[in-house]
């Protein structure tokens, strides 16, 4: 009797473990709060504290590519025309300060990105 109730505790503890691993514990925490965006970029401002791309459809926005981001091949990201995938940090109230009156003017954005990627052209 006393074997069976260990097997049993066994059983329900490494079930509560996989529900926490596979339900929503550990894996869902890494890309919590991340916003994914994707399109033609439409709009290329810069600024004092990085380059604000705007982003058109199907994934749209504006987004503030800062000294943090990484940006993979093709590097194609600072002209508007190419197509790029990526995702994004909200801001948090940080917006892009535009360099036009000595990087007063904010330009609110809606996150700031942490991993984009273009086309070629």
Sequence with gaps: MKIS???????????????????????????????PFGGRILVVEYCCNGVAITVGA????????????????????????????????????TPCFEAVAFCLVPLPVLGIVSQIGSSAF
């Excluded at 109730?5 to 991340?34: N, P, R, T, W």
């Design 58 to 93: 199907p994934r749209p926005g504006r987004f503030l590519i800062t000294s943090g981001t990484i940006i993979f091949p093709f590097y194609n990201v600072f002209t508007p025309g190419p197509n790029v995938l990526g995702t994004a940090l909200p801001a948090g109230g």
């Design 5 to 35: 109730k260990i097997y049993l505790v066994m059983l329900l503890a490494a079930a509560l473990g996989m529900i926490f691993f596979f339900g929503g514990g550990y894996l869902k925490a890494s890309g919590q709060g991340l916003i």
